[in-house]
C-alpha cells in the first residue's frame, strides 16, 4: 500500500490531503487503481485519467470538460489539482501510475470524488456515460474500504488457505500473548520458603567461605558486617529494599552471585577498622 500528503490549500483553508493507494480493482475488463482520501479519510476517489479510460476518451477531453466548467467544480469537494498542488511531484504521482512524461506535459492531473464524477457525468450526458456512471459507482464507489479484499483476483481455494494461515498467526500470537502473561505472572511470584531459607543457608555458608578462604580472624561483630555487606551487595544487584521482597525471577542470578561473591573494599576497611576498635 502507497500512503502520501499533498500539498494543502493554504489560501483556500483546506487541511493536508491525504491519499492511499490500496491495490487496483478490475472494473470493465481494466485494472483501475484504488484510492482512498483526498477529500476526506476513508472516501474513494477517482483520477481523471481513470475516467478517460473507462469511458474510452482521451484524458485531455476530461480535462478539458472539467477547465470548462471549472465554477461547477469545487476545489477540495468535488476535485483537487494534484499536479499544481503536490509538494513532491513525480515519486508522489508515479504511485498513481502517472509516467514521467505523462506529469511532464500534463497541465492538470484532476483528482474526483463520487461527488465531482457525477457532475462530469452531467456534463457527458450521454446514454453510455450515464450507463458507465451507474456501474462506477455500485463496482467502485459503493464498495467501501472496509469491505475491500487484497484477495479478490485470487481463487477461492487460495484465499481459503490465506484466511485459515492467517487465522493460525492469530491464534499463536494469542498462544504467545498467553504465555507471555503466564511468565510474568510466575517469574513476579514470592519465593517459597524452602528457596527462601535456601538463600539464607548459601548467604551463611558463603561469609564463612569467605573468612576461611582468606583466614580471617574476626570477631562477631565484624562478621556481622561481613554478612551486612554480602545482603547490601544482593539487594544492589536486585533492586529490591528487603531479601523479603525476592522474587522468582531473581533465584538464579542470586544464587550465581552469592557462589562467587567476595566483598568489597569498602567493606573490608570497615572490617578492619572494627578490629581497631574505632
Keep these: 500500500m502507497n500512503k502520501f500528503n499533498i500539498k494543502p490549500f493554504h489560501s483556500k483553508g483546506y487541511e493536508n490531503v491525504n491519499l492511499e493507494v490500496k491495490g487496483t480493482q478490475e472494473f470493465l475488463g481494466k485494472q483501475i487503481p484504488v484510492i482512498y482520501g483526498g477529500f476526506g479519510k476513508g472516501q474513494k476517489v477517482v483520477l481523471a ?32 489539482d494534484i499536479k499544481n498542488c503536490s509538494s513532491s ?5 508515479n504511485q498513481l501510475g502517472f509516467t514521467q512524461m505523462q506529469i511532464a506535459k500534463a497541465n492538470n492531473i484532476y ?18 456515460a450515464w450507463e458507465i456512471h ?13 469491505r475491500f479484499n487484497p484477495y479478490a483476483n485470487l481463487s477461492p481455494e487460495l484465499q481459503s488457505i490465506i484466511m485459515l494461515d492467517q487465522k493460525q498467526q492469530m491464534l499463536e500470537q494469542q498462544v504467545q500473548t498467553v504465555q507471555q502473561k503466564v511468565n510474568e505472572i510466575e517469574e513476579n511470584a514470592k519465593l517459597d520458603p524452602a528457596e527462601y531459607s535456601l538463600v539464607s543457608k548459601r548467604v551463611s555458608s558463603r561469609v564463612y567461605e ?23 551487595d544482593i539487594l544492589e544487584i536486585t533492586g529490591v529494599k528487603t531479601r523479603t521482597q525476592l522474587r522468582q525471577k531473581h533465584l538464579d542470578m542470586v544464587l550465581d552471585f552469592i557462589n562467587d561473591w567476595y566483598p568489597s573494599r569498602a567493606a573490608m576497611f570497615n572490617i578492619n577498622q572494627m578490629s581497631l576498635g574505632i
Design 49 to 80: 485519467k481513470t475516467i478517460a479510460e473507462i469511458h474510452q476518451v482521451e484524458v485531455k477531453y476530461i480535462n478539458k470538460l472539467i477547465n470548462n466548467n471549472r465554477t461547477r467544480f469545487k476545489e477540495g469537494i468535488d476535485v483537487i
Design 89 to 93: 511531484e513525480e515519486p508522489q504521482l
Design 111 to 128: 483528482l474526483l470524488s463520487e461527488r465531482g464524477y457525477a457532475k462530469l457525468i452531467k456534463i457527458m450526458d450521454s446514454d453510455l
Design 134 to 146: 451507474e456501474q462506477l459507482v455500485d463496482e467502485y464507489f459503493s464498495m467501501r474500504e472496509e
Design 210 to 232: 569467605v573468612q576461611k578462604e582468606r583466614q580471617m580472624n574476626l570477631n562477631k561483630k565484624q562478621i556481622g558486617e561481613l554478612f551486612r555487606a554480602l545482603n547490601r
